[in-house]
Nanobody, 123 residues
Framework: EVQLVESGGALVQAGGSLRLSCTAS????????IGWFRQAPGREREGIAC????????YYTESVTGRFTISTDKAKNTMYLDMNNLRPEDTGVYYC????????????????WGQGTQVTVSS
């Protein structure tokens, strides 16, 4: 059974930083795409960042470029999302996902995802 478990969400002031973690079981990141997306109340799912093993590239949505960084620790089967200079509009539930290395470039198409972790940024 594949499980992805996110952690690290919190209430933080604008300008602050957080590191989100996502530990996977029942699946590895080898030859796959991985990424993060978020959802805020009343808004559609928004892709944030992804890494595709198909081309070895990392992709970010424009609003987080330069502030967020996706990374992995294969030994721990864990992916991370480092978030800096957080803004109130970054508030939402953050999900990690694993899927087809080509489809994940959309940053919203994943085969597996976790239960989410809440990030709240106060102004």
């Amino acid at each position: 059974e594949v499980q992805l478990v996110e952690s690290g969400g919190a209430l933080v002031q604008a300008g602050g930083s957080l590191r989100l973690s996502c530990t996977a079981s029942g699946i590895t990141f080898d030859d796959r795409g991985i990424g993060w997306f978020r959802q805020a109340p009343g808004r559609e799912r928004e892709g944030i960042a992804c890494f595709s093993s198909a081309d070895g590239n990392t992709y970010y949505t424009e609003s987080v470029t330069g502030r967020f960084t996706i990374s992995t620790d294969k030994a721990k089967n864990t992916m991370y999302l480092d978030m800096n200079n957080l803004r109130p509009e970054d508030t939402g539930v953050y999900y990690c996902g694993v899927g087809d290395p080509i489809k994940v470039v959309s940053m919203v198409e994943f085969d597996y995802w976790g239960q989410g972790t809440q990030v709240t940024v106060s102004s």
